[in-house]
Nanobody, 124 residues
């Protein structure tokens, strides 16, 4: 059974930092491009960052550029989202996702694997 397991969410103050982790179990991790998505109530799911299979190429939403950093360790089947300078508007549920043989699309429909989601509350 293939699954993505997230960790690292939690309450943080505005201006603070948090790191989200996502571990892939039962999957050939190197064959998946990975993405971090977030969704606020009543809004569409947004891709905040994505990374190609070998980690050479990354993409960021304008809203998080220069604040968030995505990375992956294929030897550990793990990928990370380092979030700095957090803002109250970053308070949403974050989910990791895997795109089989993909390039790190920003479209959620391209991703076959999804984590359970983790809340990141940012207090002002």
């Amino acid at each position: 059974q293939v699954e993505l397991v997230e960790s690292g969410g939690g309450l943080v103050q505005a201006g603070g930092s948090l790191r989200l982790s996502c571990v892939a179990r039962g999957a050939t991790f190197i064959r998946y491009a990975m993405g971090w998505f977030r969704q606020a109530p009543g809004k569409e799911r947004e891709c905040v960052a994505s990374i190609e299979k070998n980690g050479d190429s990354t993409r960021y939403a304008d809203s998080v550029k220069d604040r968030f950093t995505i990375s992956r360790d294929n030897a550990k089947n793990t990928f990370l989202l380092q979030m700095n300078s957090l803002k109250p508007e970053d308070t949403v549920v974050y989910s990791c996702a895997g795109e089989f043989e993909g390039t790190g699309s920003s479209r959620p429909i391209k991703y076959e694997l999804w984590g359970q989601g983790t809340q990141v509350p940012v207090s002002s």
